[in-house]
T-cell receptor, first 118, second 115 residues
Framework: GAVVSQHPSRVICKSGTSVKIECRSLDFQATTMFWYRQFPKQSLMLMATSNEGSKATYEQGVEKDKFLINHASLTLSTLTVTSAHPEDSSFYIC??????????????FGEGSWLTVV | AQKVTQAQTEISVVEKEDVTLDCVYE???????LFWYKQPPSGELVFLIR??????QNEISGRYSWNFQKSTSSFNFTITASQVVDSAVYFCALQGGSTLGRLYFGRGTQLTVWP
């Protein structure tokens, strides 16, 4: 079964509103989670690295004020798209690294979230 | 720098044909991991394989096989006797030892298997 749960799987929102996507590790703790975005027929691009208890690290070109990331616990990171616009419509997917995996560096992906801004 | 190149954007085959998806990577890390994921239209990433840089043994899993060649920085994926259900986008990805869990993805190869 899934070890990283992402919710919602699909969301439609109106332009100008905000939408929150959750990424939850179900049976392990994750100090670090990653948020990726995928536009249609394109690759997955890292948006930001979410660090528990501290500020997220954003990739170049990603607006931190628009894509708010909160990693308040070892099992939950949230991505909030603020003042959404149609161009934010995309597939967002998170991944998490198991703290106790040691050198194995196992990464688990969530199921992804389809965001449509109308 | 970390980079993954999947030169094939789209591949079409007829059922039962064998097909190889190419993946070439670049990294300066001595320790790294290579992945293949399958992405069906629903979007989720289906994990297929992870290989670390110290293990160059080829691997076979059912109809799937992987050829890891450090000398050419390639990690190619072959599907034998393809089936319609294999139709999906396939991503090759690299996790450098220095990148603490971040994956670098290739642009993906859309595989279409016709009946």
């Amino acid at each position: 079964g899934a070890v990283v749960s992402q919710h919602p799987s699909r969301v439609i929102c109106k332009s100008g509103t905000s939408v929150k996507i959750e990424c939850r590790s179900l049976d392990f703790q994750a100090t670090t989670m990653f948020w990726y975005r995928q536009f249609p027929k394109q690759s997955l691009m890292l948006m930001a690295t979410s660090n528990e208890g501290s500020k997220a690290t954003y990739e170049q070109g990603v607006e931190k004020d628009k894509f708010l990331i909160n990693h308040a616990s070892l099992t939950l990171s949230t991505l909030t798209v603020t003042s959404a616009h149609p161009e934010d419509s995309s597939f967002y997917i998170c991944s998490a690294k198991n703290n106790r995996d040691g050198s194995r560096n196992t990464i688990y992906f969530g199921e992804g979230s389809w965001l449509t801004v109308v | 720098a970390q980079k993954v190149t999947q030169a094939q954007t789209e591949i079409s085959v007829v059922e039962k044909e064998d097909v190889t998806l190419d993946c070439v990577y670049e990294t300066r890390d001595t320790t790294y991991y290579l992945f293949w994921y399958k992405q069906p239209p629903s979007g989720e990433l289906v994990f297929l394989i992870r290989r670390n840089s110290f293990d160059e043994q080829n691997e076979i899993s059912g109809r799937y096989s992987w050829n890891f060649q450090k000398s050419t920085s390639s990690f190619n994926f072959t599907i034998t006797a393809s089936q319609v259900v294999d139709s999906a986008v396939y991503f090759c990805a690299l996790q450098g030892g220095s990148t603490l869990g971040r994956l670098y993805f290739g642009r993906g190869t859309q595989l279409t298997v016709w009946p």
